[in-house]
């Protein structure tokens, strides 16, 4: 898959804008979806969660670009994220897109542990009573410390266990369909996912690197 970054430079100042703009309590980040393993390309603030240039796509980013949200809205915002020391995050997600393609996700992450405290007992009295079904603090969930490989390789499952054909029926034609989903999901930007995909669908590696050419050159 072709980077985005040449796409993506131009947002570059807008981030630093945004940082300067809100402050130390807000971290103002740069996705690439093209690159899911290392797709952070801009950070501002980059104290609140610890990443950096290079860091992986998170749970939730993984899960918007494969449910294809993108393709509805234009942003998701005020969910909660949280880091790997456990300090609670308000999230938001604009979705970048070039002729209708995602090519990038401009994230901000305000880091509210200050008033966290106050509003503790309030939020789970909140939730509790289901005051607000419809909050996206409830729909949506992110975690900031979140393996990628082994997301893929739950979406690699997934989609061959959905198969109603097992993979040693399967024609040429049913594997490459199946490859394909995959390639839109990523998989294969991730080191090691061809080797598992060939014996997950019980052929050979050439065989994979050969469906990807095709869908290539579509």
Not at 89 to 115: M, P, Q, R, W, Y
Not at 139 to 165: L, P, W
Request: net charge negative.
């Amino acid at each position: 898959m072709m980077s985005n970054l040449k796409k993506l430079e131009k947002y570059f100042p807008l981030v630093d804008f945004w940082g300067e703009v809100c402050g130390p309590a807000y971290e103002i980040l740069l996705h690439d979806v093209s690159e899911p393993n290392h797709s952070v390309v801009k950070i501002v603030n980059n104290h609140i969660s610890h990443r950096e240039i290079g860091s992986p796509l998170t749970d939730l980013a993984i899960n918007l670009i494969e449910s294809k949200e993108y393709e509805t809205k234009s942003y998701v915002a005020n969910y909660l994220g949280k880091t790997k020391e456990g300090r609670h995050l308000v999230a938001s997600t604009f979705f970048i897109k070039e002729n209708n393609k995602l090519i990038g996700l401009l994230c901000v992450n305000h880091d509210t542990h200050e008033i966290q405290d106050i509003f503790d007992d309030l939020e789970k009295f909140i939730e509790n009573h289901a005051l607000y079904p419809n909050s996206n603090k409830a729909k949506y969930q992110e975690n900031f410390d979140t393996n990628i490989n082994g997301h893929m390789y739950d979406i690699v499952e997934r989609e061959i266990n959905d198969s109603i054909i097992s993979p040693d029926r399967m024609k040429a034609s049913e594997r490459k369909v199946i490859v394909n989903k995959l390639n839109d999901y990523g998989v294969f930007a991730v080191r090691g996912m061809i080797p598992f995909v060939a014996e997950k669908l019980c052929t050979s590696e050439p065989t994979i690197y050969r469906y990807l050419k095709e869908i290539k050159n579509k």
